[in-house]
């Protein structure tokens, strides 16, 4: 009985698509925006290699505005695809 209810239950599916990663992309560079405005001290820590190419993030900054960038990524991608633009 409760096999056909999560069947019934599971969301809609999408394929990966170059619009998918656009949308990725788009929302990882906003979240390195937003961490380089608000982040305390964006420098202080391990220091990556070629940090220039990430605004002189430290090595925590950037796997912080990582995880937000794929945070709001996905939930941009699972928004856009529920309303069939994706």
């Known amino acids: 009985m409760i096999t056909p209810l999560l069947a019934a239950a599971a969301p809609a599916t999408f394929q990966w698509s170059p619009k998918v ?6 929302c990882n560079v906003l979240a390195y925006a937003i ?5 305390a001290k ?6 990556i290699p070629n940090s220039q190419f990430y605004g002189g993030l430290s090595h925590a900054s950037v ?10 990524g996905i939930g941009a991608i699972l928004g ?7």
């Open 42 to 47: 964006p420098n202080e820590g391990f220091e």
């Open 35 to 39: 961490a380089r405005a608000n982040i």
């Open 21 to 26: 990663a656009v949308v990725m992309i788009i």
């Open 63 to 72: 796997v912080a505005a990582n995880c937000l960038g794929h945070v709001l």
């Open 80 to 86: 856009l695809a529920a309303r069939g633009v994706l």
